[in-house]
């Protein structure tokens, strides 16, 4: 079964296309308000520190793929699309510097 991680907002516009576009059975889901912005300023080291340890717990239980996703209009982090995008590749650099997995993290971002 090929299972993957999704890190994301609480806002469940994510989790759909997500699980379409990683092409998995099943996603756990790390949900924090305005997550991209946080692991992409690098700025509250606390909620960094308790994303790395899901991370950590969920990749003991076989992933296959970790992804970050934000979307259109994110109570969490309003901001324009391309600022998002821009939390979100840093937010990608900052998960993967965590050295947990080979896989590589997938960025995504959902309209709508």
Do not use: W
Request: glycine content about 8%.
């Amino acid at each position: 079964m090929d299972k993957a991680l999704l890190i994301t907002c609480g806002d469940e516009k994510c989790y759909g296309p997500a699980k379409e576009k990683l092409s998995v059975s099943r996603v756990f889901i790390c949900a924090r308000p305005g997550i991209n912005k946080i692991l992409g300023e690098s700025f509250n080291t606390t909620q960094i520190k308790e994303v790395r340890e899901e991370v950590e717990f969920y990749c003991k239980l076989g992933l296959n793929k970790i992804a970050i996703a934000g979307h259109e209009n994110c109570a969490g982090n309003p901001t324009s699309r391309e600022q998002q995008v821009k939390h979100l590749r840093e937010a990608k650099n900052t998960v993967e510097s965590f050295g947990i997995n080979e896989m590589g993290v997938i960025i995504l971002y959902v309209n709508g």
